[in-house]
């Protein structure tokens, strides 16, 4: 099994910065992409940001400019700088994870527990 334990959430100021970081750890082979979500109340959960495993990056409009999502493979760790925070980034913020067990096995999707990012005005 796999897991996703999610750190560095919190209470934050308007214009000020965070940075999120998930770390995988379990039986793995290999992890494929790497993404972070957020769910703000009464909406969908939304895509924010994405990275392959070669470093490619992908950003919803709305952070685009302001964050940056970066990965350890290594460590297994994803990261996800978000900085000139709004009020309208507040949000739970999950990661997600594409893993490979060995490399045998099929591609499975998993995800954290979720942080909570709130930003003040």
């Known amino acids: 099994q796999v897991q996703l334990v999610e750190s560095g959430g919190g209470l934050v100021q308007a214009g000020g910065s965070l940075r999120l970081s998930c770390a995988a750890s379990?039986?793995?082979?290999?992890?494929?992409?790497m993404y972070w979500y957020r769910q703000a109340p009464g909406k969908q959960r939304e895509l924010v940001a994405a990275?392959?495993?070669?470093?490619?990056?992908t950003y919803a409009d709305s952070v685009k400019g302001r964050s940056t999502v970066s990965r350890d493979n290594a460590k297994n760790t994803v990261y996800l700088q978000m900085n000139s925070l709004k009020p309208e980034d507040t949000a739970v913020y999950y990661c997600?994870?594409?893993?490979?067990?060995?490399?045998?096995?099929?591609?499975?999707?998993?995800w954290g527990q979720g942080t909570q990012v709130t930003v003040s005005s």
């Open positions: 997600n994870a594409i893993v490979r067990a060995n490399p045998r096995s099929i591609w499975r999707s998993f």
């Open positions: 379990g039986t793995i082979s290999s992890i494929g992409s």
């Open positions: 990275i392959t495993n070669d470093g490619t990056t």
